[in-house]
């Protein structure tokens, strides 16, 4: 299966994610919506970019190298490659324009809302996720919510993105929970097609 395959499957799933989200996110956003239908949009080919390039610049080098030592080292390489391809698309999302990174979460947090007097919490270096964001939540939730959100004193050991607690309940919206949930559902049949031919060579 060669990189063009690769890219076109990693975006039909991608285009896939990137429904569900507008989705459940329907009628809770006002034009931030529009921003966040844009991000996404520049997410799924930021991602499918970097797919792509990983495949191309390391797959050759990596394989090649694999194929002279035992089946486990083959292995380790192509966990090595997903690895390097999933940990960029979470440094993409880190690393967004402060607007649009606002953006982003502001949608994900009022669709992963329960009651709306939950707390976030956010990482010890996370500055982007403030007062005026979580505001800008509080009057984007609809009726039936109390649009009472506050913002945790306390920080948490996370990258980017955030953590809704009520209670003793916590839901991970964290960059690192959101790609590795993708992962999930794509690494099985991913590796399939980036190593599916090398691994019938061998």
Do not use: C, W
């Not at 844009?38 to 797919?51: G, I, S």
């Amino acid at each position: 299966m060669n990189a063009e395959q690769v890219v076109d499957k990693i975006l039909a799933e991608a285009n896939g994610q990137a429904e569900t989200i507008r989705s459940e996110a329907h009628g809770k956003a006002d034009e931030g919506a529009s921003r966040l239908q844009t991000e996404l949009d520049a997410f799924e080919k930021e991602t499918l970019r970097l797919a792509k390039e990983a495949a191309e610049d390391k797959k050759a080098r990596m394989l090649a190298a694999a194929r002279m030592d035992n089946r486990k080292q083959y292995l380790f390489v192509q966990v090595e490659l997903l690895d390097e391809i999933f940990e960029k698309a979470i440094d993409r999302i880190n690393s967004l324009p402060e607007e649009d990174y606002q953006a982003l979460m502001a949608a994900l947090m009022a669709n992963a809302v329960e009651t709306g007097d939950e707390q976030i919490l956010v990482g010890k270096k996370e500055m982007r996720i403030n007062d005026r964001v979580i505001k800008t939540v509080n009057r984007q939730l609809g009726p039936g919510f109390k649009g009472n959100l506050q913002l945790a004193s306390e920080r948490t050991d996370i990258r980017g993105g955030f953590i809704l607690r009520r209670g003793n309940i916590r839901i991970n919206v964290s960059t690192e929970v959101l790609v590795g949930q993708i992962r999930q559902e794509l690494e099985t049949e991913l590796a399939q097609m980036l190593f599916g031919d090398e691994q019938g060579q061998e």
